[in-house]
């Protein structure tokens, strides 16, 4: 059974920072596109940030320079460094387990981030 759990969300004030981490099981994790993907009030989910079997990462424009996308193949956890938060990076936040181009993708539940003063 697959399992992807996320942490680390919560209440944060503009210009702060949080990481958000994803465990996964159940899947040969080191094979496996890892990604965050959010979505916010009244809006559609969109790509955050990914990193490939290779380390490869991808960023989303609107959070280059303040995110950063990361994996520890050991601990089978992917996480995502967010500083210099924004009220529009109000969403929940999702992981994603992503082989051979969508093949195989899994999600986790989600954790919500509110930025707010």
């Known amino acids: 059974q697959v399992q992807l759990v996320e942490s680390g969300g919560g209440l944060v004030q503009p210009g702060g920072s949080l990481r958000l981490s994803c465990a996964a099981s159940?899947?040969?994790?080191?094979?496996?596109?890892m990604g965050w993907y959010r979505q916010g009030p009244g809006k559609q989910r969109e790509l955050v940030a990914t990193v490939t079997s290779g380390r490869s990462t991808n960023l989303a424009d609107s959070v280059k320079g303040r995110f950063t996308i990361s994996r520890d193949n050991a601990k089978n956890t992917v996480y995502l460094q967010m500083n210099s938060l924004k009220p529009e990076d109000t969403a929940v936040y999702y992981c994603?387990?992503?082989?051979?181009?969508?093949?195989?993708?899994?999600w986790g539940q989600g954790t919500q981030v509110t930025v707010s003063s």
């Open positions: 994603n387990a992503g082989y051979e181009m969508g093949v195989l993708s899994y």
């Open positions: 159940g899947i040969i994790f080191s094979l496996y596109t």
